[in-house]
């Protein structure tokens, strides 16, 4: 796919869209009496309206991700990257996206909230990805496809050769959402990005990074793909605060990896014990900062679990998950609490 058919896959009214240009957009110079924007000339350390372009921010995120700012797109969570794909590609009641189930449920629910037809192939039973399903299921109305890897709520990774037939196969925006990559043997596919400018790669810093408070997303694409999702996003969506915040993270990279040592070595551990557990029926494979495990009687498991004041996730409504259970890895004691209670379960 080129530049230009990806072009031909944007919203018309989107592709034409002339964006509101805020008072920070006209001026980009620093030292001036700013009677541009209706502030309050106050100063409480937040009475300015953020960077729309989050300069300083994106240049420091693609220090450390080898990308430059035009390949580059931040959004209020990955969640508001998501949102703004679907909306700039996607004609109501025209269109349609693609999401292999089981996964994760934000593409689901932006794409229904904009009258946009979600396509639910399944995935294979050990949860990977299966091409012939998923372009069966496309037609010339199929916009986005959305694959997450590693698979929320599988933990799974998918593999890099049926992405890349996907890339290749598929006729319109591949949406990879990487947001739990950090966990996984796996590389990033964003290498990917300089060959195919229908890929779009979601990281966050909701996971690894430990700020999911501050809301903060990545999308990774082709200049031509960050333009547009420049064109429709809030001018000023990501606020002082977060991108001050994440700034600062960034120079903590080496307690930041500390923590993603430790949770890698504790989800080792968890599986270890989880094994040895009676009330366990099936551990699945996972490349994620979680565990999914079969159970006999999931709402069981979970109800008893909360009595003893932990809290799990119940997967066991979801399409191939059933008696399925996602259990976040958290700090030793923790988990340790988790698994005396499981082990006190009837
Ligand atoms: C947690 C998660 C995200 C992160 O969303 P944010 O809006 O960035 O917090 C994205 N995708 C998947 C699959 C997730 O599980």
Redesign the pocket.
């Given at each position: 796919m080129t530049e230009q058919d990806v072009l031909g896959l944007v919203r018309k009214n989107i592709l034409h869209l002339s964006p509101y240009s805020s008072a920070r957009d006209e001026y980009q110079g620093k030292e001036a009496i700013f009677l541009d924007a209706n502030e309050n000339p106050f100063e409480t350390g937040y009475n300015r309206y953020p960077d729309p372009r989050q300069t300083v921010l994106k240049q420091r995120i693609g220090r450390i991700k080898g990308v430059v700012p035009a390949n580059m797109f931040l959004?209020n969570?990955?969640?508001?990257a998501i949102d703004l794909l679907i909306r700039a590609f996607c004609e109501p009641r025209i269109d349609n996206v693609i999401a292999p189930q089981p996964?994760?449920g934000?593409y689901e629910v932006s794409a229904t909230i904009q009258d946009i037809e979600v396509r639910r192939p399944l995935l294979n039973k050990d949860f990977s990805l299966n091409i012939d399903e998923i372009l069966n299921v496309a037609d010339m109305h199929s916009k986005i496809l959305f694959l997450?890897s590693p698979?929320?709520p599988t933990g799974n990774c998918h593999s890099k050769i049926k992405l890349q037939q996907l890339l290749e196969r598929f006729n319109g925006i591949v949406v990879v959402?990487e947001?739990?990559i950090d966990f996984a043997p796996e590389k990033s596919i964003m290498p990917e990005l300089k060959n195919h400018p229908n890929l779009v790669v979601?990281q966050?810093?909701?996971?690894a990074w430990g700020l999911?408070g501050l809301?903060?997303?990545m999308a990774f694409a082709n200049k031509v793909v960050i333009e547009i999702l420049n064109k429709v996003k809030p001018p000023y969506n990501i606020n002082v605060l977060t991108q001050h915040a994440v700034s600062e993270a960034l120079t903590r990279k080496a307690t930041t990896r500390k923590w993603l040592n430790t949770i890698i070595e504790q989800r080792g551990v968890l599986i270890e014990e989880l094994r040895q557990l009676k009330a366990v029926e099936k551990i699945y494979p996972t490349d994620a900062n979680f565990i999914l495990i079969k159970v006999g009687d999931p709402k069981a498991v979970y109800d008893y679990l909360v009595k003893k004041g932990v809290v799990i996730r119940d997967r066991s409504k979801v399409a191939l998950c059933e008696g399925c259970l996602r259990i976040t890895v958290g700090l030793p004691d923790e988990n340790k609490a988790l698994l005396k209670a499981l082990t006190n379960f009837a």
């Open positions: 959004g969570g990955s969640d508001e996964t994760y934000m997450c698979n929320n959402d947001a739990y979601l966050t810093f909701s996971k999911a809301r903060l997303g």
